[in-house]
């Protein structure tokens, strides 16, 4: 099992390049199921994930070429319109082929979600929309079961809770619906418009996307395309921490400034320096930063992918921050990891409170989950000493190559065995 070995002390100066977003990707490649012809995606991230997927698109009969950032999908026919566990188990993005298989062939079967264990992730918000389309699903021995032999209808779909695989996912079932269907209390994400665009360029009628309230006109059918994914505002808000907590200069290229703003915003007020030039963000922090308290939101909110970072930074700040998780109840398992380099952080309910301390310690710790595995990465960053991070694989999930990146602008960073 792979490890990171970090030496921290050194701080990060060039440039580095953002990824293609693996949230962006996944929902697209899923919604090539959607049509008989090929459809040519760029920019995917080489991560686990990805993988996953491909092999999961295989699996249901399509064919995939893959090379170099760009992957075709051909789904001439959809033998096996299912997902199954062995091949799903380690990916929660495995619910996103529900719609989409049900709306082309009239049914699916699909595993429920795994992935990372930071709180539930209820798929009955896709059941219930589905239904609203006129799927009749049933749940039984881990496999969610949808039956529309006669198609899909539109119809009126409104979320309890904002879900945004729950609105892409019901957004790809809609398209092959027939008539209108209205999805409100819609998620508002990127990753959201992105595929809305990349369904649009396939041939949906799409209204609405990056509002709370979406309108699809179904049609008959869908045809190939071509299509960039956005960038990954995850990554990218992971670079910029990184380059703040090692109290370096970094520039965060391939970026879409936008989509990290809210983070920007509360780096701002603690005392670093960022600034937009010619499409990437610049970072600059010389010294310790104010402690600043953050909450997570749906976007454009604060995004819950990037606390577990944050927090990571505040663990070196002058004062008291709190940090307080609406999004998933389950998401401070790296503070037990991050007490143990030093952090002090004392964990109420779903607010962690956050007392700086002017220097942390490398340890040997264990990553939890994918966002955890970055927390760890960048207190390591700036800790006395060696850290070695064990269960990166977790990190593989959603990063392409990341040590290498940071490598190549400082970091004392390599992987092991």
Known sequence: MDKFRIVGGTPLNGEVQVSGSKNSALPALAACLLT?????????????????????????????????????????????????????????????????????????????????????????????????????????????EAQAPDGLRGGEIHFDRITVTGTEDVLMAAVLARGETVISNAAR???????????????????????????????????????????????AGTFLLAGAISKGELIVNGCVPEHVWALVIKMRQAGAEVEEIDGALRVRCSRRPKATDVTTEEYPGFATDL???????????????????????????????????????????????????????????????????????????VADGETIIDRVYHMDRGYERIEGKLASVGAKIERIQ
């Open 36 to 144: 008989h012809e090929p459809v040519t995606l760029r920019r995917i991230p080489q991560v686990k994930d990805i993988i996953t997927m491909e092999k999961l698109l295989a699996f249901t009969g399509a064919a995939i070429q893959d090379g170099s950032g760009t992957v075709e999908v051909h789904a001439r026919s959809l033998e096996k319109p299912e997902a199954p566990y062995d091949v799903v188990k380690t990916m929660r993005a495995s619910s996103l082929v529900l719609g989409p298989l049900v709306a082309r062939t009239g049914r699916a079967r699909v595993s429920m979600p795994g992935g990372c264990a930071i709180g539930a992730r209820p798929i009955n918000l896709h059941v219930q929309a589905l239904e609203q389309l006129g799927a009749s699903i049933e749940q039984s021995y881990g496999y969610v």
């Open 189 to 235: 994400e990127p990753e959201v418009q992105d595929l809305a665009n990349l369904l649009t360029k396939m041939g949906a009628q799409i209204e609405g996307a990056g509002t709370s309230t979406i309108r699809v006109a179904g049609v008959e059918r869908l045809h190939g395309a071509d299509h960039t994914v956005i960038p990954d505002r995850i990554e």
């Open 307 to 381: 606390q577990a970072q944050y927090m990571a930074w505040m663990a070196t700040a002058q004062g008291i921050s709190f940090v307080t998780e609406t999004i998933f109840e389950n998401r401070f398992m790296h503070a037990l990891e991050l007490a143990r380099m030093g952090a002090n952080i004392r964990i109420e309910g779903r607010q962690a409170i956050v007392a700086g301390e002017e220097k942390l310690m490398g340890a040997q710790v264990i990553a939890s989950d994918l966002r955890a595995s970055a927390s760890l990465v960048l207190a390591a960053l």
